[in-house]
Structures are given as structure tokens and as C-alpha cells.
């Protein structure tokens, strides 16, 4: 696995930004990233070894997040939550969901007809169905006896995976609009989950270990997956995109550790010159990105797997040239 650096392309090749201030930008976007530095929706233009962080599409965000897919995103705006959709378009539409929580996690369901949504503020979850269609948002669901700290979630569509650590009840936790939590592992400190079908991954800070929950929604059955010193403070898990192969972002050793899923072996261990604060896909099936969009003046850093044998990680910029916090108009090309 490699490094590269990229270097941007602007009024040239594929993509191209004009100085006016009616600029109309040109070019394929990889996905769509929430900038908290910015409080907006920033595209990745371009693809990765060939891309740089472009203008907001979307901004005035207290919090957000973009579907894996790129198609739609989930903004909480005025202390209101707004389903984005059209993100590529010049205008993206907006549908305000009434009577949903302030959410600051969120957790896609496959093909983003759902979401499931976390407010650490009020200890409270929720989950919004139809988004493709009529988007509706269910009742909040009270997870306030669980106590101190939800530290990731996600969600398959119907139930709700949440990874808590909190003395006395930490450990992986289903939840669904009809019944309360249930710990399906226990867990000194999980920190990081992924769905895979049937079964789940999750990482232990404390124990430094990757478990995996066969049959997680019916008969869970938790079973040691790997524990070698190359696991430490992991912070995000994925599976690459023929589901071979599970990546660990590591901000204790500053690494990626890239297991064979079949073969239950590490691959390889990656040191990173920078350090991880998460592993999520976006946009294009084969890109992730490792760390957070605004983060001081650090650049975006991306995992490519789109050759599977040697995957590579790159680095994004934002080119000093590119207005950040004024929207512009967005054309992606045939």
C-alpha cells in the first residue's frame, strides 16, 4: 500500500473554477464530506490521485452527514433536522423532517432509504424511514438508562447497533422503534462497529481486539476476530469493497491494519503520517476517508481500494483559491 500526495487541478483537464463569482464548477465529485470547520457540505472533486476539497454545496450547519452513497445527506440546521438530497445538482432540495431529535451521531441504513439518528444532549435515538420517498421520522427512543457514552452506531435498516462504554453497562447494544436496548457483547470499551451482512465487527479500545458478532440480529455469537500489537486506539472499521478485506484506522499507532477477512490473519499493518479519526465510505464504493474534512489546517486524507491489490492512500487539499465559504453553482459532467 502506498502514500500520494495530490496535487489539484484547477482550469484544467477535467475539472475547471473560474474567478467570478457566478463560477460554474466542472468536474466529477467521489463523494460529499460534512466540513464542521466550515459548518457545510464540501464535495471531493475529481477522483482520488486526481482531487482536491471544493466549495460548499450546503452551508449554515450546526451538524450533518452524507449517506455512503453520496446521495443524500442529513443536516441538523436552526436546531432542525433537513433531508438534502440532489447534493450534485445546482440547487439540492431540502425537506424539513418535523418532530426529530437534535442528532449529532447518525448511521445510514443500506441504499439510504433510513437512517437512525443519536443525540448525546438529550440521550435520546430516533429513526427516519422513506427518504426516498415521504421522509418521516419516528418516536424518539429514551436510551438515557444506558448511561455515560455512545461511542458509534450504526444501523441495518431496523435495528440500531450502538458501541457504549460506560463502567457497568459498556458493551454492543441492538435497539429498535418497539423494544428497548439489548447487549448482545460485552465489551470494555468498543469504539468502532461495521455491519457485514449477518454478522458485525467491533474494536475494544481497552483490550486492543477486533470481535466479530456471527448472526448479530438473531443469535448473536461473539467471537475473537484478531488481537496483535498493531491494533491500538482504534477509531473506525471497514470492509473493502468486495468485502475481502477489513481495514482498522489506528490513532494510537497512527496505522491502517488491513486484515483478510476469510483467512482471519493481518495482511499488513500501514503507518500514516497523520493521525486517524475515523474510516467511513462516501461517495464511490471504493473510497473512504480517515480522517474529518476541517480538521485544523490538516488536509483530507482518503483510502482508494479501487484496485484491491494495492490499495493507496492519498491526501486531498483545498486550494487557497477556492472560496470555501461561499457556495457555488455545480455541474457534474457526462
Given amino acids: 500500500m502506498t502514500i500520494r500526495s495530490l496535487i489539484p487541478i484547477v482550469c484544467a483537464g477535467s475539472m475547471a473554477i473560474c474567478a467570478d463569482n457566478n463560477a460554474v464548477l466542472l468536474g466529477p465529485a467521489t463523494g460529499f464530506l460534512f466540513d464542521g470547520r466550515a459548518r457545510a457540505i464540501r464535495p471531493m472533486l475529481g477522483m482520488p490521485g486526481s482531487a482536491y476539497l471544493g466549495p460548499p454545496v450546503v452551508s449554515n450547519l450546526e451538524s450533518s452527514s452524507v449517506s ?7 443536516a441538523i ?19 424539513y423532517l418535523p418532530a426529530s431529535i437534535a442528532a ?50 450504526a444501523f441495518d435498516g431496523q435495528q440500531i447497533v450502538l458501541a457504549v462504554a460506560s463502567e457497568g453497562s459498556s458493551g454492543i447494544y441492538t435497539v429498535t422503534g418497539q423494544s428497548g436496548p439489548q447487549r448482545i457483547a460485552f465489551a470494555g470499551y468498543p469504539c468502532a462497529v461495521v455491519l ?13 481486539q477486533i470481535w466479530q458478532i ?58 500514516l503520517s497523520f493521525t486517524p479519526t475515523r474510516l467511513d465510505r462516501f ?45 457555488i453553482r455545480y455541474r457534474p459532467t457526462n
Fill in 77 to 95: 440546521q436552526a436546531g432542525k433536522l433537513t433531508l438534502y438530497t440532489g447534493l450534485a445538482s445546482a440547487s439540492p432540495s431540502a425537506v
Fill in 214 to 271: 456471527q448472526n448479530y440480529a438473531r443469535q448473536p455469537a461473539p467471537v475473537l476476530f484478531a488481537g496483535d500489537p498493531s491494533v491500538s486506539s482504534p477509531v473506525g472499521m471497514q470492509l473493502s469493497a468486495d468485502g475481502s478485506r477489513l481495514y482498522v484506522a489506528n490513532a494510537g499507532s497512527r496505522s491502517l491494519t488491513v486484515y483478510d477477512v476469510a483467512a482471519r490473519s493481518r495482511i499488513e499493518s500501514v503507518a
Fill in 104 to 153: 449529532d451521531y447518525f448511521a445510514w441504513a443500506p441504499g439510504a432509504t433510513a437512517a437512525a439518528l443519536y443525540s448525546s444532549k438529550s440521550a435520546q435515538a430516533q429513526i427516519v424511514s422513506n427518504l426516498l420517498e415521504t421522509p418521516s421520522a419516528g418516536a424518539p427512543i429514551d436510551l438515557s438508562g444506558l448511561a455515560d457514552r455512545i461511542d458509534a452506531m
Fill in 196 to 208: 457485514a451482512g449477518a454478522d458485525l465487527y467491533f474494536a475494544d479500545r481497552q483490550t486492543q
Fill in 283 to 327: 461517495g464511490n464504493t471504493s473510497a473512504l476517508v480517515l480522517n474529518t474534512a476541517g480538521q485544523g489546517r490538516a488536509p483530507l486524507y482518503v483510502l482508494s481500494d479501487a484496485n484491491a491489490a494495492k490499495p493507496a492512500i492519498y491526501f486531498v487539499p483545498a486550494p487557497s483559491g477556492v472560496n470555501s465559504r461561499r457556495p
Fill in 68 to 74: 455512503p452513497d453520496g446521495s443524500a445527506a442529513l
